[in-house]
């Protein structure tokens, strides 16, 4: 089997094998080079922030100026964002209405489970023809899961998204500043 890059994949016995490959193997061009690139395309794309340095043509960080003193203060403005009243209303928000859901959904996914494993007796009661009470239940959880993720959309659409988009567009403008300007 050939990999994406055009050399043979090891992983059977036989004339497939690694050990095989590697004692015979006249490594590629590219290989060879001192570039340290394979000839692969999902190596050509480089990742941001990365690239060849000048030095022995090895991959690592772009020759670029430090810039551990922007970084430390982009770090104050976050920090100071999570200390502010807004964002802490906004998580105030977030926790009022999730702690509960969480603990009504356990409790009740908990019951269903409990109920379905200690009483199959009820379980097993029919409710109108071959529907039995665990498949109204079983029925219910999803239903439940349903309106709780409705219920979570709804609250955050009308109690947080807006709070948070103006502390969105405030860190922006202060961490722009904090960089001088530059975005």
């Known amino acids: ?4 890059n055009g050399r043979a994949r090891g992983g059977g016995s036989g004339s497939d094998s690694s ?6 193997h006249d490594p590629a061009p590219a290989e ?46 976050y920090l100071e964002v999570q200390r502010s009243a807004a964002f802490q209303e906004v998580r105030s928000r977030y ?11 356990f409790s009740w996914y908990v019951g269903y489970v ?14 109108a023809g071959a529907v039995n009470v665990a498949m109204l239940a079983g ?15 709804r609250h955050a659409r009308l109690r947080r998204d807006r709070a948070a988009l103006e502390l969105r567009w ?9 960089r001088g300007g530059a975005s």
């Not at 050990?19 to 015979?24: L, M, P, T």
Request: charged share 15%.
């Open 139 to 153: 029925l219910g959880q999803f239903v439940s899961t349903f309106l709780f993720t409705w219920g979570y959309t």
């Open 32 to 77: 060879t080079a001192t570039e340290g690139r394979y000839e692969d395309p999902w190596y050509d794309a480089l990742a941001s922030g990365w690239g060849e340095s000048a030095a022995a043509g090895t991959l690592g960080p772009a020759a670029a100026e430090p810039r551990q003193e922007q970084a430390g203060e982009v770090a104050d403005v």
């Open 95 to 105: 926790r009022r209405f999730v702690v509960p859901a969480v603990a009504v959904f």
């Open 170 to 178: 405030d860190t922006q403008e202060l961490t722009r500043g904090a």
């Open 114 to 127: 409990v109920t379905a494993t200690t009483a199959p007796g009820f379980m097993a009661r029919p409710v």
């Open 19 to 24: 050990v095989e490959n590697h004692a015979g």
């Open 1 to 4: 089997m050939q990999s994406s």
